[in-house]
């Protein structure tokens, strides 16, 4: 920054989002042209796989890899210019090259066009093809929007084709048919005298809608074969609850399906939940690319909005279901753990009170016997007492001292022992007990 701006320091980021709305500005496109595109996943693919085959083009062997770190680039190479765009699935490449000018309006013109690229470059794109559009681009008066279209099919043969006006300066038409040489095929006619920017716009919207469009789909192939899966999961979670009622079933048992169920269920989640948000987002692109084309109905012929929406709305319809069916399995499999959590808890708690009465009867007993311990100890203490004044009388006996017999002394000091040890003895409990 220079140091005398009258600003702050600037935010790491504020260059790079304010040069987000510039990112991937509309080619420059001179009529009469055609625009090859091609998208591929770049699943796999590094930046450097694709910088080195750039280089491959003519006049680009010295092309560096920075110039790929902003994810676009336009070259001119000789007689057309070539578009690289990277996003974060696929990577585009567009070829703009004049249209002949003796190109005669046909199917066959379209397929056998000869492009400017080296013979085999298109076919050794790295990445795998998920969409290939050829489009011609020419400039025709459209006061009469039937014969423009009349013109415009000539390029299709005999497949019927869908056609919109577009903000009233263009016309195109398109039949949505893939071709033996794996290209789809779009027409259009723009007044003459229209602009490059405008032209170039026109091809990118039409180019973005249909790339898209088949990247929104891309959820279908998932959404369908999940169907049988979260029907044998719905079928296997009915079982689970069920039996959560009966009160023979081993909560064992219960735990290890109620986790199979669910690993299932977050393994599907896991592993389509991206492919279904993915489908949600290129879907909302499409519509406002529809939106975008301002389009107007030509007499005869569906409009691309009608045609695309009545095939692609029923799609996503399905995409959208199978993800809310998903996470609905997830929300039902998730009460079910609740409930056999807490008929675990009940169990739990049964069991522990048969444990506390279990001890509380062995304690009574311990009480029982201890109490029977108690009488068994008053009894030999006071024998122990008897027997040590037993000879502490026959000593006096013997100094004289002791009128009469020593066990007679000791016979009548029993009861007085006892008494004693027993008044000692509940004293001590007393004062235990106390504390």
């Given at each position: ?9 600037d935010?790491a ?24 595109n091609?998208a ?9 796989d ?10 680009q062997?010295?092309?560096?890899e ?13 007689e ?11 990577t585009?490449?567009?070829?703009v090259?004049?249209?002949?000018a ?26 795998r093809?998920f969409?290939a559009?050829?489009l ?10 039937p ?20 903000g ?10 893939l ?8 027409v ?6 229209t602009?490059?920017?405008r ?52 909560e064992a ?32 692109i ?10 107007g109905?030509?007499?005869g012929?569906?409009?691309l ?23 609905g ?8 753990s609740?409930l ?18 279990q ?20 009894a ?10 037993l ?23 029993i ?21």
């Amino acid at each position: 920054m220079n140091e005398d701006s009258l600003l702050p320091p600037d935010d790491a980021l504020r260059l790079m989002l304010h040069n987000e709305v510039h990112a991937r500005p509309p080619a420059r496109i001179r009529l009469p042209a055609v625009i090859v595109n091609i998208a591929v996943l770049n699943d796999g693919i590094s930046r450097a796989d694709e910088h080195a085959h750039l280089r491959r083009l003519p006049g680009q062997h010295e092309l560096a890899e920075d110039a790929l770190r902003a994810n676009f680039l336009r070259l001119r190479c000789g007689e057309f210019s070539m578009k690289w765009e990277r996003h974060a699935e696929f990577t585009r490449y567009s070829v703009v090259q004049p249209l002949p000018a003796n190109a005669e309006p046909s199917a066959q013109t379209l397929d056998a066009l000869a492009l400017r690229v080296p013979g085999d470059w298109l076919s050794r794109i790295p990445g795998r093809t998920f969409a290939a559009i050829k489009l011609v681009m020419l400039e025709r008066p459209l006061t009469f929007a039937p014969s423009a279209l009349a013109e415009a099919q000539a390029w299709f043969g005999a497949h019927a084709v869908v056609a919109s006006m577009m903000g009233g300066h263009s016309l195109v038409v398109t039949d949505f048919c893939l071709r033996a040489s794996g290209f789809e095929h779009i027409v259009v006619l723009a007044e003459p005298g229209t602009p490059e920017t405008r032209a170039g716009r026109i091809c990118q919207r039409l180019l973005e809608l249909e790339t898209y469009r088949l990247m929104a789909l891309r959820g279908l192939p998932a959404a369908k074969a999940l169907g049988s899966t979260m029907s044998e999961v719905e079928a296997a979670l009915a079982t689970i609850t069920a039996r959560l009622e009966q009160r023979g079933a081993s909560e064992a048992e219960l735990l290890d399906d109620l986790i199979s169920t669910a690993a299932r269920i977050e393994h599907a989640t896991a592993e389509h939940q991206y492919r279904f948000g993915a489908t949600q987002a290129y879907h909302a692109i499409v519509e406002t690319r529809l939106g975008e084309l301002h389009e107007g109905k030509v007499a005869g012929a569906q409009t691309l909005g009608e045609f695309m929406q009545r095939r692609l709305s029923p799609a996503i319809a399905t995409v959208t279901a199978t993800a809310q069916r998903l996470a609905g399995l997830s929300e039902r499999i998730s009460r079910a753990s609740a409930l056999l959590r807490t008929r675990v808890d009940i169990a739990t708690e049964a069991q522990n009170q048969q444990l506390l009465a279990q001890l509380g009867d062995g304690q009574r007993t311990q009480l029982r016997m201890q109490a029977t311990v108690e009488g068994l100890s008053l009894a030999a203490i006071t024998y122990y007492v008897v027997s040590l004044l037993l000879y502490f009388f026959k000593a006096l006996k013997a100094e004289g001292w002791l009128p009469f017999s020593p066990e007679l002394a000791a016979g009548v000091a029993i009861p007085v022992v006892l008494l004693t040890v027993w008044q000692t003895t509940r004293r001590i409990h007393r004062k235990f007990f106390s504390h």
